[in-house]
Structure formats: structure tokens, C-alpha cells
């Protein structure tokens, strides 16, 4: 879709998802005692983590200038600010 009916906030909360995929296979990893009878979770991560290169395009596209001046943007700035601040950098939010 065009930038103009896109919803930034929308966009960066699946990139912000795809960031906690991407930590949550390294908490699995770490510590297989306590997720070794999650079959479900093992494979269900395993399905999400080919999507995980999507939260870098998401976040490139809305860090452009030209697509942060759009209505789409300006009328949920406040929000989609803090959306691509905790995408850009998810550990202040995905850390315990």
C-alpha cells in the first residue's frame, strides 16, 4: 500500500513481535531444561523466525524521512515514535 494508508504503529508492533521471536530463541536455547516439553514452542518459533528479517525493512521504511511527514505519520506521532524507538531498540521493553 501506499505510505499515505499505512499505520506505522501497526507495522512496527509485528516488527517489535519479530524482535521478541528473534529473543526468545535465545532464552529457549540458554536454557532447553526449561522449555524441553514445549514441542509447540520449538516449532512454532521455528515458523515465526523466517519472518524476522521483516522487522529491519519494517523499521528502514519508517525511519525515512519522507515517510515519517505523511498524515498517516503526523496523526499518530506521538505512538508510532515510541513504536519505532522500541523497535530500533527492543531491549528496554524484551528484557526481564
Known amino acids: ?12 508492533g509485528l516488527s517489535i513481535g519479530l524482535r521478541a521471536v528473534e529473543r526468545l530463541q535465545g532464552l529457549v536455547k540458554e536454557n532447553p531444561g526449561l522449555f524441553k516439553e514445549r514441542v509447540h514452542l520449538h516449532s512454532r518459533l521455528a515458523v515465526l523466525s523466517q519472518y524476522t528479517p521483516l522487522a529491519e ?8 524521512r519522507p515517510h515519517r511527514e505523511v498524515e498517516s505519520w503526523l496523526a499518530h506521532r506521538e505512538i508510532n515514535m515510541v513504536m519505532l524507538a522500541t523497535s530500533l531498540d527492543p531491549d528496554g521493553y524484551l528484557k526481564p
Do not use: K, Q
Open 57 to 64: 525493512n519494517i523499521e528502514t521504511f519508517w525511519l525515512e
Open 1 to 12: 500500500m501506499p505510505v499515505d494508508f499505512r499505520l506505522a504503529f501497526r507495522e512496527l
